[in-house]
């Protein structure tokens, strides 16, 4: 049985964010039609169905919108990260990304609270983005 943690495969749509991300820096797409800021990355608007959208840099400020503390590990993979914080946070442009909180205690972790991007470096070129309190 492999137990290696999963990494993101990258898409031809998806690879400027896991790109970005690599760089320290967050990009989500915005459309050009509508305004909307969009996540998950995808070919099209998830507002206005447009395929008129463009990657932007963005500083990955958000506020925690909710969160649970796995306590027995979500995976076998993760045995070695629990308790795991797992997170839904709200970036400033509005949309909403599954995360896991790090660099907190689970008594300072708190609805509302304001993050900030840890880019966390899992592997060669691979680089998953959680959030810290800012």
């Not at 031809?12 to 998950?40: E, H, K, M």
Request: net charge negative.
């Amino acid at each position: 049985m492999d137990l290696s943690k999963p990494l993101p495969t990258p898409t031809p749509t998806s690879a400027p964010f896991w790109d970005g991300l690599n760089d320290g820096v967050v990009r989500l797409q915005r459309c050009n039609a509508c305004g909307g800021w969009i996540f998950y990355p995808r070919s099209r608007c998830s507002h206005c169905l447009s395929d008129d959208i463009e990657w932007h840099e963005v500083s990955g400020a958000a506020t925690l919108h909710t969160f649970t503390i796995a306590r027995q590990p979500t995976a076998p993979q993760f045995a070695d990260e629990v308790p795991q914080i797992l997170a839904v946070v709200e970036l400033e442009e509005g949309v909403r990304m599954t995360s896991t909180l790090v660099r907190v205690t689970e008594k300072a972790i708190e609805i509302g609270m304001q993050l900030e991007p840890y880019f966390d470096r899992v592997a060669d070129g691979v680089t998953l983005l959680r959030f810290a309190p800012r």
